[in-house]
């Protein structure tokens, strides 16, 4: 009884690992060679004081020239652990010239990444939503 147990217990596993693990696509590798094409920066609804999802699209010009200039190259993965990621309600997506794409979640972001998001954060016009994140942003506490 206690056999069949185990092996049925085993043979469970080692299915579900291939079901939910066998098909995903290998994260977006950056050389640092390729060119940034497009940054979009898309704040979560029910965030800003709207309620409306707000969005930050840049493919050309001194401001996104500015933004490129901040990101790290090469671009590093999505972070997994704190205290080594930044969280704030947004998706932070990179598109590159050769193409692949970076995505980068609510609470994916490497603290290598804050300068860009205090000017993505300047950028969205919503001063009680970057005030919110004052530490995540690196900033410090505003005075009383």
């Known amino acids: 009884m206690r056999k069949t147990l185990y092996v049925t217990a085993l043979v469970g596993l080692a299915t579900g690992v291939v079901a939910c693990g066998g098909s995903k696509k290998p994260p977006p590798m950056d050389d640092g060679t390729a060119t940034i094409r497009r940054v979009s920066f898309v704040v979560e609804p029910g965030w800003l004081p709207s309620k409306a999802r707000q969005s ?55 603290k290598s990444f804050r300068p860009l998001l205090r000017s993505l954060c300047d950028m969205l016009g919503q001063k009680g939503f970057c005030a919110r994140y004052r530490s995540e942003l690196g900033l410090p506490p505003l005075q009383q």
Do not use: H, N, W
């Not at 997994?80 to 609470?107: N, Q």
């Open 56 to 110: 930050i699209i840049l493919t050309a010009g001194p401001r996104f020239r500015a933004i490129v200039g901040l990101l790290p190259r090469p671009l590093p993965q999505p972070a997994r652990k704190r205290p080594a990621r930044v969280c704030i309600p947004a998706m932070l997506t990179i598109d590159l010239s050769d193409a692949e794409s970076f995505s980068y979640g609510s609470c994916q972001r490497p």
